[in-house]
C-alpha cells in the first residue's frame, strides 16, 4: 500500500472511529461512578461536622444502599434531612405541598424545602456545619431540582456553610436545545437564563450558578463538587430509581423535556397512567398519542427538542382556545413561543430564534464543563 492510500485509509478511519464514537448511547447508570460513591473524596470533610444532607429517593450509592444509610454506618453525624419537590421518599405528586417532620428509619429530622419555604432559613442551618447535596436531575431548566439546590447553595452562602455536590449522571445530558429563559420569567421553574435542555451534570450546573454569580446579591458559596467517574456525556442513562413519580423510565426521562410542554396546554401526558410522559392525549376528540417507539429510535432522532408534538396538537385542536393556560410561559421561559406555535410558524423557524440564545449560552456553559 503505498503511503498516499495509507495516509486516506487512516483519515477514513478516524472519520468512522470518531462518528461512533459520536452515537448516542444507552446506558445504564451503574456504568458510570456516582460522586456519593466516590467516598474517599468527601468523607474526611465531614468529620467531626454536624451534617446536613439535601436527599431523596434517588440518593442511592451504586450498589443500590441510600446514602443516608451509608453516612450513618460511617458515623457521620447526620443531623438534618431536607428534601424537595416530592418528599423524601419521592411519592408526592408534582406540585404537592411537602410536609417537614421525622424520618421513621432513623428518627434524623426531614426539613422539606417544598412546603413553607424554598429556601432553608438560618434556623433550620443554626446546628449544620456542612451540607451534603444529593439528588437525580433530568437535565431540564423546569425540573424543580436545579432550584432546590440553588436555594441551598444561597444559603449556605449566607450563612457561612460550605456545600458539598455528590455528582449523577444527566440522563439529557447529550444535547443543548430550547429557548434561554427570559429574566421577567424567572420562577420556581425556571430561576436561571438557560435553555431549556442545558447539557450539563447537576454538579456542573452547581459550578456555573456559582462562578456566574447567579445566587442573590452575587453572592458565591464555598462549593465542591465531587464529580462522577467514567461518565459518558453522549449517552441517556437508566437510572436506579425513578426520579420523581411520573418519570418510572428511561422513555418517559428521555421524552420529558419535550413533553412537559404540555403541561401548559389542555394537553395530558399520560400522569396517573402506566405510561406518564411516555403518551399525549388529545382532549374532546379522545386521541392518545404514544411515543415509546420513538424513544426506542434515540439513535436515529435527532438531538434536540422536539416541538412537532405540541405544533402537530395545536392544529388537531384548532378551535379549542383553552389550548394553552397560564403556565405555559414559565414552562416555555418565553413570552412569544405561544404566539409562534399559535401563528403556525414553521418549526425551523422557531428553531432560528432560540439559536443567538444557545449560541450565547454555549461559551458560558462551556467554562464549566468537567467531564
Not at 145 to 169: C, F, G, H, W
Not at 276 to 284: C, R
Not at 316 to 330: G, H, P, Q, V
Amino acid at each position: 500500500m503505498t503511503n498516499k492510500f495509507l495516509a486516506i485509509f487512516v483519515a477514513l478511519l478516524y472519520i468512522s472511529l470518531n462518528i461512533n464514537a459520536q452515537e448516542l448511547q444507552l446506558l445504564d447508570a451503574k456504568d458510570a461512578v456516582c460522586g456519593a460513591t466516590r467516598m474517599e473524596m468527601y468523607l474526611d470533610s465531614l468529620e467531626n461536622k454536624s451534617v446536613g444532607v439535601v436527599a431523596n429517593q434517588s440518593s442511592v450509592m451504586d450498589n443500590g444502599t441510600h446514602l443516608i444509610d451509608t453516612l450513618l454506618s460511617y458515623d457521620v453525624n447526620i443531623v438534618k434531612i431536607f428534601t424537595p419537590e416530592h418528599g423524601f421518599r419521592g411519592t408526592a405528586e408534582a406540585g404537592a405541598f411537602v410536609n417537614s417532620g421525622i424520618d421513621e428509619k432513623t428518627g434524623i429530622p426531614i426539613v422539606s424545602l417544598y412546603g413553607k419555604n424554598k429556601k432553608p432559613t438560618a434556623e433550620q442551618l443554626q446546628d449544620v456545619d456542612i451540607l451534603l447535596f444529593d439528588l437525580q436531575d433530568v437535565g431540564c431548566r423546569f425540573y424543580t431540582y436545579i432550584s432546590t439546590m440553588t436555594y441551598v447553595m444561597e444559603a449556605a452562602a449566607e450563612q457561612n456553610i460550605p456545600v458539598i455536590v455528590l455528582d449523577r449522571p444527566n440522563p439529557n445530558g447529550f444535547y443543548v436545545d430550547g429557548p434561554v429563559l427570559q429574566p421577567e420569567n424567572r420562577s420556581f421553574v425556571g430561576l436561571h437564563c438557560v435553555p431549556i435542555v442545558y447539557g450539563l451534570t447537576i454538579g456542573e450546573y452547581a459550578t456555573m450558578v456559582n462562578g456566574e454569580r447567579w445566587l442573590c446579591d452575587s453572592i458565591q458559596c464555598a462549593l465542591t463538587v465531587v464529580p462522577l467517574g467514567n461518565y459518558e456525556r453522549n449517552a441517556i442513562y437508566r437510572l436506579p430509581v425513578k426520579p420523581s413519580p411520573n418519570l418510572p423510565n428511561w422513555e418517559a426521562v428521555y421524552l420529558y423535556p419535550s413533553l412537559c410542554l404540555f403541561e401548559g396546554t389542555d394537553v395530558g401526558v399520560g400522569r396517573g397512567t402506566k405510561s406518564p410522559f411516555q403518551v399525549y392525549i388529545l382532549p374532546h376528540i379522545n386521541d392518545t398519542v404514544n411515543l415509546t417507539d420513538y424513544a426506542h429510535n434515540y439513535r436515529k432522532n435527532e438531538k434536540k427538542l422536539n416541538l412537532s408534538w405540541i405544533i402537530d396538537a395545536r392544529k388537531r385542536l384548532a378551535e379549542d382556545e383553552k389550548f394553552f393556560n397560564n403556565y405555559f410561559i414559565k414552562i416555555a421561559g418565553v413570552s412569544n413561543l405561544q404566539q409562534k406555535i399559535d401563528s403556525d410558524m414553521p418549526e425551523d423557524e422557531i428553531r432560528s430564534s432560540w439559536r443567538d440564545g444557545i449560541d450565547n449560552y454555549l461559551k458560558i456553559r462551556e467554562k464549566y464543563l468537567i467531564y
